[in-house]
C-alpha cells in the first residue's frame, strides 16, 4: 500500500524566512502529487499538483514544488513566508496502483510569526 | 462557484448513539468523497461514489458506517453505534471526474464522542 511521510509536524519561521516542507512517497510506479493547505477555520485547498512534464510545479502564492523521482520526493518550497502563510500543509499522492486512491500525509502545521 | 455544503459543523453525543451527516457537492460533480481526519493526522479516505455507485469502499468499517448517495447527488454517511475512537473531523469532497481531477473539500462536520 502507497503511504506519504511528512517528517514534519511543526515548523516556526519569521517573516522572509524561506520555507521547505519534506514530503516523501513509497510507491514505485507512476504517481499523481498534491499539496493541499487549510488556513485556519477554512477549508482543505488544492495549492499546487503534478502529473508529468516539468518536475518543478508552480502554485498559487508563490509556492512550488519539486518533484525528485529518485528520491520519491515533492517538497515544498516558498522563497520567503508571510504571516498569512500560517496553515497546515498537507502532502498527498495518487498511484497507479492506489485503485486512484488519494493518500495524505500526517500534515505540518506552519506558524509564521510576524 | 459554491463550494461543497456539510451539515451540521459540529456534533457531540455520546458512545453508542448514531450519527449523520450531510453533503452536497459542487454541482456537476459526480465523484463524491467521504473522509475521516482523525486529529494529528492526515484524512483517510472512507468511501467514494462515482454518480450514486459506489467505486472505493475498502476503508470504510462496515460494521457500524454506512454511506449512500441515491440520487447520484446529496449524500449522507451514517455511524451506528458510535465509539470514542470515532471522534473526528469527516470531510467531504468533490470532484468532477475521477482519479486526476482536483478534489474540492468541504469544511467537514467535527464530531465528538462523550
Known amino acids: 500500500a502507497q503511504s506519504v511521510s511528512q517528517h514534519n509536524h511543526h515548523v516556526i519561521l519569521s517573516e522572509a524566512a524561506s520555507l521547505e516542507l519534506g514530503c516523501n512517497y513509497s510507491?514505485?510506479?507512476?504517481?499523481?502529487l498534491f499539496w493541499y493547505v487549510q488556513y485556519p477555520g477554512q477549508h482543505l485547498q488544492l495549492l499546487l499538483k503534478y502529473f508529468s512534464g516539468d518536475p518543478l510545479v508552480k502554485g498559487i502564492k508563490g509556492f512550488e514544488a519539486e518533484f525528485i523521482k529518485s528520491k520519491f520526493s515533492f517538497n515544498l518550497r516558498k522563497p520567503s513566508v508571510q504571516w498569512s502563510d500560517t496553515a497546515e500543509y498537507f502532502c498527498?499522492?495518487?498511484?497507479?496502483?492506489?485503485?486512484?486512491?488519494?493518500?495524505f500525509g500526517s500534515g505540518t502545521q506552519l506558524t509564521v510569526l510576524p | 462557484e459554491a463550494g461543497v455544503a456539510q451539515s451540521p459543523r459540529y456534533k457531540i453525543i455520546e458512545k453508542r448513539q448514531s450519527v449523520a451527516f450531510w453533503c452536497n457537492p459542487i454541482?456537476?460533480?459526480?465523484?463524491l468523497y467521504w473522509y475521516q481526519q482523525i486529529l494529528g493526522q492526515g484524512p483517510k479516505l472512507l468511501i467514494q461514489f462515482q454518480n450514486n455507485g459506489v467505486v472505493d469502499d475498502s476503508q470504510l468499517p462496515k460494521d457500524r458506517f454506512s454511506a449512500e448517495r441515491l440520487k447520484g447527488v446529496d449524500s449522507t454517511l451514517k455511524i451506528q453505534p458510535a465509539k470514542l475512537e470515532d471522534s473526528a473531523v469527516y470531510l467531504c469532497a468533490s470532484s468532477f471526474g475521477t482519479g486526476n481531477q482536483p478534489q474540492h473539500f468541504g469544511d467537514g462536520t467535527r464530531l465528538s464522542i462523550l
Open positions: 498527498a499522492v495518487i498511484s497507479s496502483g492506489s485503485a486512484r486512491q488519494l493518500t
Open positions: 454541482s456537476g460533480h459526480a465523484t
Open positions: 510507491y514505485g510506479g507512476t504517481v499523481n
